[in-house]
């Protein structure tokens, strides 16, 4: 497995209420600056990459540098080359600009296609919008868009959810990643008197929104990711399958060369580097606890051999099979979680693993 290329893009117009990345307001100059230091670094390290992914903040915002740097990358045949999107920043020049630069796959943050619901969560765009940049984007011939939808917003019905679920099929999309809304510190949101639903609401808003996408023909792959056959995405299955990939950017993470380090976040010195710092968060990452709760994400859980590498089949097979048939599910390959046990999944990975 080739190693992944990550970006950080950290601007945006405004900052979502409940949004906790790192990120900066946009400005024309110093997302200039910004630019020129990606390409130092990615040309710092001399990687080869199969998959690139552009994330933010709102990477869309910096259109016009993203050839360039991806120019600078030594990068595969047919990699899979994504760049995250606000559906209002999609212009038919813009989608036609990504697609000449190599950009193969578009990650849209609609979040939701009721006007009320964006509204509440400081979306700056419309419905309307998002159907404009679909077009736009098959327009240019990116066929391989992934859309974001929230689940778990204070008086979300399964009307709301399968309303917008429907629309994304119809639209086009080959992959829908369906989030359930946590209040984070620090964020305008945690500082607001706001009425989530209950857990076991938000759990059968979970379970409906999943069965609701898999009759509409997306395989859950993940926790909180759905794909039509074929459209997974490649980039974050090397995260969940413990690939090596190296972040580039401020705030930036990575697991490469057998380490996983950190850029601080701080636009300044990235920019003036001449190569980004990087703070190693573990020298010896891939043990058992690691693997084993990564791997446990996906629907394809961890096979008896996998957990052989470690030591561990006998464990994994004794503590599985100590939790409920509803929850866990073992087979003669392995252990997976069913989707009952996803929506209460640390407890049930904390269980198989310790």
Same mark, same amino acid.
């Given at each position: 497995?080739?190693?992944? /290329? ?31 230091? #990606? ?10 990459? %199969? !998959? ?9 915002? /910096? ?54 619901? /964006? ?47 429907? !629309? /994304? ?23 607001? %008197?706001?009425?989530?639903? %209950?857990?076991?609401? !938000? ?73 980004? %710092?990087?703070? #190693? ?49 073992? !087979? ?23």
């Amino acid at each position: 497995m080739r190693t992944g /290329l990550y970006i950080h893009i950290p601007f945006c117009l405004s900052k979502c209420p409940y949004c906790d990345f790192y990120s900066v307001r946009y400005s024309r100059t110093r997302a200039e600056g910004y630019a020129a230091a #990606v390409i130092r670094n990615i040309r710092h390290y001399g990687e080869k990459y %199969d !998959t690139v992914y552009f994330g933010g903040g709102t990477p869309i915002l /910096l259109y016009e540098h993203i050839g360039d740097i991806l120019r600078a990358a030594d990068i595969a045949e047919n990699s899979e080359t994504t760049v995250e999107a606000n559906p209002c920043a999609v212009t038919p020049e813009i989608a036609a600009r990504l697609a000449e630069a190599g950009v193969n796959r578009v990650s849209l943050g609609v979040q939701s296609m009721n006007a009320g619901e /964006l509204s509440f969560l400081g979306r700056r765009h419309t419905p309307a919008q998002v159907r404009a940049a679909f077009a736009s984007l098959k327009a240019a011939g990116i066929e391989n868009i992934s859309a974001d939808m929230m689940i778990g917003l204070p008086g979300q019905s399964e009307t709301d959810i399968s309303g917008t679920a429907l !629309t /994304l099929a119809e639209l086009g999309a080959r992959h829908i990643s369906a989030y359930i809304l946590k209040i984070e510190e620090n964020t305008p949101f945690a500082r607001q %008197d706001i009425a989530l639903p %209950d857990d076991d609401r !938000t759990a059968d808003l979970y379970l409906y929104t999943a069965r609701e996408l898999e009759r509409l023909g997306f395989a859950q792959y993940e926790i909180s990711n759905f794909a039509l056959t074929g459209y997974e995405c490649r980039h974050n299955l090397k995260y969940w399958r413990c690939g090596e990939y190296l972040g580039i950017g401020a705030a930036a993470h990575s697991y490469y060369k057998g380490k996983r380090f950190r850029v601080p976040p701080d636009i300044g010195a990235f920019t003036a580097a001449g190569a980004q %710092d990087t703070v #190693v968060t573990d020298e010896d990452p891939g043990g058992w606890e690691e693997f084993a709760m990564l791997k446990l994400r996906l629907t394809e859980g961890i096979t008896f051999d996998e957990a052989a590498r470690f030591g561990k089949t006998e464990e994994l097979r004794k503590n599985a099979a100590g939790l409920p048939r509803n929850l866990v599910s073992i !087979t003669e390959r392995g252990v997976n979680l069913t989707l009952e046990g996803f929506p209460v999944s640390n407890a049930v990975i904390g269980r198989i693993i310790y």
